[in-house]
């Protein structure tokens, strides 16, 4: 296996007067799970079906398990792939799909029905194996994509959306499987999704996608340091030292100050700037006021990735 | 071609099975194949043929003359009928076979697999030619019924099928293309149902063609017209094999020219999007 199983240079793809991939450039590593992050429309799918050969870059180049993208058959071989809204003929049966699958990969008929066994065995789907497509619930049509997408054993698995629609056992099923695929097939594993809790369990870095570029890229620790800012806090004071506090926090440049609902004890502080809280709470600690809690918001990577996209429609971390 | 070296895939120096090249577009036409008719599709489109083909020659039968020459024609109006019909379910297939899996979402993991475009649109060609061959093996029965003694049974299924083969290997590659280059699955049958009516519809008007040369030349410009023209003459009319052999070529022209078309521009029109990348 390549040292870079994944790398794409300058990658532009543009429908008619439309940029939808904007010199996007970034490499992966074997074994590596990088989550492909941005608001719909900022070109994670088209990105993703660039580096599939489904569509041609208009300019740009990249390569696969060091196969350049001018040989998109021989790409094709050493890819797996999840499409955003696969569809899967209602009739067949599971075992039939991968068999059929396998067999368009190249392989002898034996050879397909022992790699569909394999996989339907690994995915948790041997029960159903002979059960037509459409008694599938949409957790086991993913799994049945995925394992789909590892028929050929590929160096490279794109995964588009993976959990949407599945419940929370679902979603941890499939996230096991992605786990798995890096580590003990050693593939590079791509995943785009828009749920970042997902992406901070499981993934080793990040892409942030905006309007077709990389707005930022790195581990999730990485990205959350230098772009997301802890800009709200909540601030709680005994009742008698209230005043005190906000005569503190008024003294401070750049700070807004609400009470939180109906306790006047509990104070919310926001902040503009990157020079995050830690002044705020050095200034009330020397004004010798009594801080019984003070909790810092802005430090998770949904805050970095609103702080760089603005887009709201990601799904809330739950705490 | 794969080969199990002790028990494990032989792979090359790519680290890949290899395709089979050639078997690629049998993969895909015997699971399109299988698709078709286990599905319910093929079983149902079949059923409403042997459906009209039974009321049909039910109608040429009791309304017949007993004479030679009329029996002649009941034979030749059935085949026409099977013919006509047959290559028209199998278009419809064929116009399904590519718009109707990009809006199914099963066309995406195709092109993710190294077959090519053109073994993909082979496949499907074939597959959709399976309907035909069904329909004529149904037809076969019937134009037996009606040919028993004036021994043409023979003469009409080598016909039926020569003539057919042809018309419905171009029909189900046009059929194909459109499907390739439709935005929609619903416009992609429209159109190639109103094809259909386009070149079958000027033989079914009463009094048939007009006569003199624009008639004789829009007759043999029709592929399903000129076909059905030529069956007609060797048939009913008694003329030989050989002598209006010129009413083929349009049905010729066509196959060549759609399937040789489709072949030659798979690779640019089977995408994801209809028509193109756009």
Same mark, same amino acid.
Request: charged share 20%; hydrophobic share 45%.
């Given at each position: 296996?390549?040292?870079?199983?994944?790398?794409?240079?300058?990658?532009?793809?543009?429908?008619?007067?439309?940029?939808?991939?904007?010199?996007?450039?970034?490499?992966?590593?074997?074994?590596?799970?990088?989550?492909?992050?941005?608001?719909?429309?900022?070109?994670?799918?088209?990105?993703?079906? &660039?580096?599939?050969?489904?569509?041609?870059?208009?300019?740009?180049?990249?390569? /696969?398990?060091?196969?350049?993208?001018?040989?998109?058959?021989?790409?094709?071989?050493?890819?797996?792939?999840?499409?955003?809204?696969?569809?899967?003929?209602?009739?067949?049966?599971?075992?039939?799909?991968? +068999?059929?699958?396998?067999?368009?990969?190249?392989? $002898?008929?034996?050879?397909?029905?022992? /790699?569909?066994?394999?996989?339907?065995?690994?995915?948790?789907?041997?029960?159903?194996?002979?059960?037509?497509?459409?008694?599938?619930?949409?957790?086991?049509?993913?799994?049945?994509?995925?394992?789909?997408?590892?028929?050929?054993?590929?160096?490279?698995?794109?995964?588009?959306?993976?959990?949407?629609?599945?419940?929370?056992?679902?979603?941890?099923?499939?996230?096991?499987?992605?786990?798995?695929?890096?580590?003990?097939?050693?593939? !590079?594993?791509?995943?785009?999704?828009?749920?970042?809790?997902?992406?901070?369990?499981?993934?080793?870095?990040?892409?942030?996608?905006?309007?077709?570029?990389?707005?930022?890229?790195?581990?999730?620790?990485?990205?959350?340091?230098?772009?997301?800012?802890?800009?709200?806090? !909540?601030?709680?004071?005994?009742?008698?030292?209230?005043?005190?506090?906000?005569?503190?926090?008024?003294?401070?440049?750049?700070?807004?100050?609400?009470?939180?609902?109906?306790?006047?004890?509990?104070?919310?502080?926001?902040?503009?700037?990157?020079?995050?809280?830690?002044?705020?709470?050095?200034?009330?600690?020397?004004?010798?006021?009594?801080?019984?809690?003070?909790?810092?918001?802005?430090?998770?990577?949904?805050?970095?990735?609103?702080?760089? !996209?603005?887009?709201?429609?990601?799904?809330?971390?739950?705490? | 071609?794969?080969?199990?070296?002790?028990?494990?895939?032989?792979?090359?120096? +790519?680290?890949?099975?290899?395709?089979?090249?050639?078997?690629?577009?049998?993969?895909?036409?015997?699971?399109?194949?299988?698709?078709?008719?286990?599905?319910?599709?093929?079983?149902?489109?079949?059923?409403?043929? @042997?459906?009209?083909?039974? /009321?049909?020659?039910?109608?040429?039968? +009791?309304?017949?003359?007993?004479?030679?020459?009329?029996?002649?024609?009941?034979?030749?109006?059935?085949?026409?009928?099977?013919?006509?019909?047959?290559?028209?379910?199998?278009?419809?297939?064929?116009?399904?076979?590519?718009?109707?899996?990009?809006?199914?979402?099963?066309?995406?993991?195709?092109?993710? !697999?190294?077959?090519?475009?053109?073994?993909?649109?082979?496949?499907?060609?074939?597959?959709?030619?399976?309907?035909?061959?069904?329909?004529?093996?149904?037809?076969?029965?019937?134009?037996?019924?009606?040919?028993?003694?004036?021994?043409?049974?023979?003469?009409?299924?080598?016909?039926?099928?020569?003539?057919?083969?042809?018309?419905?290997?171009?029909?189900?590659?046009?059929?194909?293309?459109?499907?390739?280059? $439709?935005?929609?699955?619903?416009?992609?049958?429209?159109?190639?149902?109103?094809?259909?009516?386009?070149?079958?519809?000027? @033989?079914?008007?009463?009094?048939?063609?007009?006569?003199?040369?624009?008639?004789?030349?829009?007759?043999?410009?029709?592929?399903?017209?000129?076909?059905?023209?030529? $069956?007609?003459?060797?048939?009913?009319?008694?003329?030989?094999?050989?002598?209006?052999?010129?009413?083929?070529?349009?049905?010729?022209?066509?196959?060549?020219?759609?399937?040789?078309?489709? &072949?030659?521009?798979?690779?640019?029109?089977?995408?994801?999007?209809?028509?193109?990348?756009?």
């Amino acid at each position: 296996m390549a040292e870079t199983s994944l790398e794409a240079r300058r990658l532009t793809k543009t429908f008619g007067t439309r940029t939808a991939v904007d010199g996007v450039t970034f490499t992966a590593e074997p074994r590596e799970i990088v989550g492909l992050l941005g608001p719909n429309g900022a070109g994670k799918t088209t990105t993703i079906r &660039l580096l599939t050969t489904v569509l041609t870059p208009t300019s740009g180049e990249f390569s /696969v398990a060091g196969v350049p993208s001018s040989r998109p058959n021989e790409i094709r071989r050493r890819v797996g792939v999840l499409p955003e809204s696969a569809g899967y003929p209602a009739h067949q049966t599971g075992r039939e799909h991968l +068999t059929y699958f396998a067999r368009l990969f190249g392989m $002898s008929r034996s050879e397909s029905s022992r /790699v569909a066994t394999r996989l339907l065995e690994q995915m948790g789907l041997q029960d159903r194996a002979s059960s037509p497509l459409s008694t599938y619930s949409r957790g086991m049509r993913q799994r049945l994509g995925i394992a789909r997408a590892m028929v050929n054993d590929p160096d490279v698995v794109f995964l588009d959306e993976p959990t949407l629609g599945l419940d929370p056992a679902g979603q941890r099923q499939v996230l096991r499987n992605v786990r798995d695929i890096a580590a003990d097939r050693g593939a !590079t594993v791509i995943l785009s999704t828009h749920t970042l809790t997902e992406v901070e369990e499981v993934c080793n870095r990040v892409l942030i996608l905006g309007e077709g570029r990389v707005l930022v890229s790195g581990t999730v620790a990485e990205i959350t340091s230098a772009v997301a800012a802890p800009r709200f806090a !909540t601030l709680r004071v005994p009742g008698s030292e209230v005043g005190a506090a906000r005569q503190v926090l008024a003294g401070l440049q750049g700070l807004t100050i609400a009470a939180s609902g109906e306790r006047p004890d509990v104070l919310r502080i926001s902040r503009s700037g990157r020079d995050g809280m830690n002044p705020v709470l050095r200034a009330l600690l020397a004004a010798d006021v009594t801080v019984l809690s003070f909790e810092v918001e802005g430090t998770r990577l949904h805050d970095a990735y609103l702080a760089l !996209t603005g887009d709201a429609t990601v799904e809330e971390p739950s705490e | 071609m794969t080969t199990l070296v002790n028990g494990e895939i032989d792979k090359t120096a +790519t680290g890949r099975p290899q395709s089979r090249g050639q078997g690629d577009w049998a993969a895909v036409a015997g699971q399109e194949s299988r698709d078709l008719w286990l599905s319910g599709r093929g079983p149902l489109l079949l059923f409403a043929f @042997s459906v009209l083909l039974s /009321v049909f020659t039910y109608l040429a039968a +009791t309304n017949r003359a007993i004479n030679f020459l009329e029996q002649r024609e009941a034979v030749d109006q059935t085949l026409q009928i099977a013919v006509a019909v047959g290559v028209l379910v199998t278009l419809l297939v064929s116009a399904d076979a590519i718009s109707g899996e990009r809006e199914r979402g099963t066309l995406e993991g195709l092109l993710l !697999t190294p077959v090519s475009r053109r073994a993909i649109v082979l496949g499907k060609l074939i597959a959709a030619l399976t309907l035909w061959f069904a329909t004529f093996v149904v037809s076969i029965p019937y134009i037996w019924v009606l040919g028993r003694g004036v021994s043409i049974v023979r003469s009409a299924l080598l016909l039926g099928l020569g003539v057919g083969t042809l018309l419905a290997v171009g029909l189900a590659a046009l059929g194909l293309l459109i499907s390739a280059l $439709s935005g929609s699955n619903k416009v992609s049958l429209a159109i190639s149902f109103f094809l259909l009516l386009a070149v079958f519809a000027p @033989s079914q008007l009463p009094g048939g063609l007009p006569k003199g040369w624009f008639g004789d030349v829009l007759g043999k410009i029709n592929p399903v017209g000129s076909g059905l023209h030529y $069956s007609t003459a060797v048939l009913v009319n008694g003329h030989g094999w050989t002598r209006d052999l010129e009413y083929l070529i349009s049905p010729l022209v066509l196959a060549v020219l759609a399937g040789g078309g489709l &072949l030659i521009l798979s690779e640019r029109i089977v995408r994801l999007n209809p028509g193109g990348e756009r």
